[in-house]
C-alpha cells in the first residue's frame, strides 16, 4: 500500500530558528499533499494544501510567510517553520492524496513531527 | 463550506459492549466519508471509506459504517469492542466536486475500552 514518510519525527528547536519537515511519498507519486497541525487532544486543523509544482494554498489564518511549504517534486513537499516561537510547538501531519476518484484514491499520513520551541 | 461534527467526545465502555460513534456533516454536495483511527503514539491509519454505493461499509478490525444521505451522516459502529480498540477516532470528509480535494476532520472521539 501506499507509504509517506515524514521527517523528522520530532525536533527540538530555539526561539527564532528555522526548521523544515519533510514528507516523501515513497512509492508512489503525490501531485497533491497537506499539511496539517495537531494540538494536543484535538483534531487535525489543515494548515495548507501543497500541488507539485505550483504555489501552496494556504487556509485561512495561516502566515504564509511563517509557514513556507515547497513541493518540488511529485514525492516530496517540505514544511519550513520560519523564526520559530513558542506558540508554534505542535504536532504537525502531512498527507499525500493518492489514485485517482474511485480507484485506490484515499489520503496516506505521515508519522507526525512533535516540534517543540523553546 | 464543509463542516464535520463528532458528537461524542469521550465515550468509555467496558470490553464487549457495542459501540456506535456520531458523525454528521454540512456540505450540500457529492461527498467521500472516511473514518480514521490513531492509537497512541502512531499516524492515521485508515478504518473505512465511502465513495459510492452500498451505503453500509464494512471496514478493518471489525468496524462498520452506515451513510444516510437524509441525515448527513455516517456512525461508526462495532459490535463488542475490545481493550485494543482504545484510541482516538476521527471522521472525515471530503466534496467530490471541488478541485481542492482537502479533507475535513471532525473534533474526533476518544474511546477508552476498560477490560
Known amino acids: 500500500g501506499a507509504v509517506v514518510s515524514q521527517h523528522p519525527s520530532w525536533v527540538i528547536c530555539k526561539s527564532g530558528t528555522s526548521v523544515k519537515i519533510e514528507c516523501r511519498s515513497l512509492?508512489?507519486?503525490?501531485?497533491?499533499m497537506f499539511w496539517y497541525r495537531q494540538f494536543p487532544k484535538q483534531s487535525l486543523m489543515l494548515m495548507a494544501t501543497?500541488?507539485?509544482?505550483?504555489?501552496?494554498?494556504?487556509e485561512q489564518g495561516v502566515e504564509k510567510d511563517k509557514f513556507l511549504i515547497n513541493h518540488a517534486s511529485l514525492t516530496l513537499s517540505t514544511l519550513t517553520v520560519t523564526s520559530a516561537h513558542p506558540e508554534d510547538s505542535s504536532f504537525y501531519i502531512c498527507?499525500?492524496?493518492?489514485?485517482?476518484?474511485?480507484?485506490?484514491?484515499?489520503?496516506?499520513f505521515g508519522s507526525g513531527t512533535r516540534l517543540t520551541v523553546v | 463550506a464543509q463542516s464535520v461534527s463528532q458528537h461524542n467526545h469521550h465515550v468509555i465502555l467496558s470490553e464487549a459492549a457495542s459501540l456506535e460513534l456520531g458523525c454528521n456533516y454540512s456540505?450540500?454536495?457529492?461527498?467521500?466519508l472516511f473514518w480514521y483511527v490513531q492509537y497512541p503514539g502512531q499516524h492515521l491509519q485508515l478504518l473505512l471509506k465511502?465513495?459510492?454505493?452500498?451505503?453500509l461499509v464494512k471496514g478493518i478490525k471489525g468496524f462498520e459504517a452506515e451513510f444516510i444521505k437524509s441525515k448527513f451522516s455516517f456512525n461508526l459502529r462495532k459490535p463488542s469492542v475490545q481493550w485494543s480498540d482504545t484510541a482516538e477516532y476521527f471522521c472525515?470528509?471530503?466534496?467530490?466536486?471541488?478541485?481542492?480535494?482537502?479533507?475535513?476532520f471532525g473534533q474526533g472521539t476518544r474511546l477508552t475500552i476498560n477490560p
Open positions: 498527507s499525500a492524496l493518492s489514485g485517482r476518484q474511485g480507484f485506490n484514491y484515499g489520503y496516506t
Open positions: 512509492d508512489f507519486q503525490a501531485t497533491t
Open positions: 501543497s500541488n507539485e509544482g505550483s504555489k501552496a494554498t494556504y
Open positions: 456540505y450540500g454536495g457529492t461527498v467521500n
Open positions: 465511502y465513495f459510492s454505493g452500498d451505503p
Open positions: 472525515a470528509v471530503n466534496a467530490r466536486e471541488m478541485r481542492a480535494q482537502k479533507l475535513v
